[in-house]
């Protein structure tokens, strides 16, 4: 089945020491998404790719970066990770036109000690 | 940015009953799609319909429907004949037609299905 797969399920990181999330899909689609999610709140988009193309929101901090090699894996690096930083962190892809909905993985669970 | 607002943080409904979740969004756009995705616990988010904007008859999907009052800017959710794995967190989503890729999400609702 198609489906879009996130590595690994559950992380554990140390303070300031960088991490790195990976996802990757078999649904090739254009649009690959990446979201960070606190407990029973609303994911909340950091950045995500039309192919080639990076988009930053603007309130993600620079802390947060993300990589795609190609149009199947997409990246979430998190070089000096806080305690803030702890949360579930999503990846969705979608068909580039508006009318599709997303497609998520089931995520990667960040705790930061 | 688009706004989407869910104004029920938690429901809770009998099994077997019928529940509507609510959403209301600000655009100023004509033409975007809407959608109602469910997170259960521990477990990946999935859509459970879809409407487009300039559709005016309402999406369903079985037990699921929609009430879509697009000059109310408002998209409620039907869920009838609740089940157990019905139990989940529900968030209203929102997608531009013309601009950009992003999704707009509400803050969810949690909903409760007792047996």
């Known amino acids: 089945d198609a489906m879009v797969i996130q590595n690994p399920r559950y992380q554990v990181t140390q303070f300031g020491k960088p991490v790195t999330l990976s996802c990757s899909q078999t649904?090739?689609?254009?649009?690959m998404y990446w979201y960070q999610q606190k407990s029973s709140q609303a994911p909340k988009l950091l950045f995500h790719?039309?192919?080639?193309?990076?988009?930053n929101e603007a309130d993600t901090p620079d802390n947060f970066q993300s990589r795609r090699p190609n149009t199947s894996f997409c990246f979430l690096d998190i070089r000096s990770p806080g305690l803030g930083d702890a949360a579930m962190y999503l990846c969705?892809?979608?068909?580039?036109?508006?009318?599709?909905?997303?497609?998520f993985g089931p995520g990667t669970r960040l705790t930061v000690t | 940015a688009q706004t989407v607002t869910q104004s029920q943080p938690e429901m809770s409904v009998q099994e077997a009953e019928t529940v509507t979740l609510s959403c209301t969004y600000d655009?100023?756009?004509?033409?975007?799609?809407l959608f109602w995705y469910k997170q259960p616990p521990s477990r990946q988010m999935i859509l459970v319909i879809r409407?487009?904007?300039?559709?005016?008859q309402n999406a369903t999907e079985n037990r699921f429907s929609v009430n879509f009052q697009k000059a109310a800017k408002s998209f409620s959710l039907k869920i009838s004949d609740s089940q157990l794995g019905d139990a989940a967190m529900y968030f209203c989503?929102?997608?531009?037609?013309?601009?950009?890729?992003?999704?707009?999400f509400g803050t969810g609702t949690s909903l409760t299905v007792i047996p």
């Open positions: 649904l090739n689609h254009n649009v």
């Open positions: 790719y039309y192919d080639k193309d990076f988009n």
């Open positions: 989503a929102y997608r531009s037609a013309n601009t950009g890729n992003q999704f707009y």
């Open positions: 409407q487009e904007a300039y559709k005016q």
């Open positions: 969705a892809t979608s068909r580039g036109s508006s009318r599709y909905e997303q497609y």
């Open positions: 655009t100023s756009e004509s033409d975007y799609y």
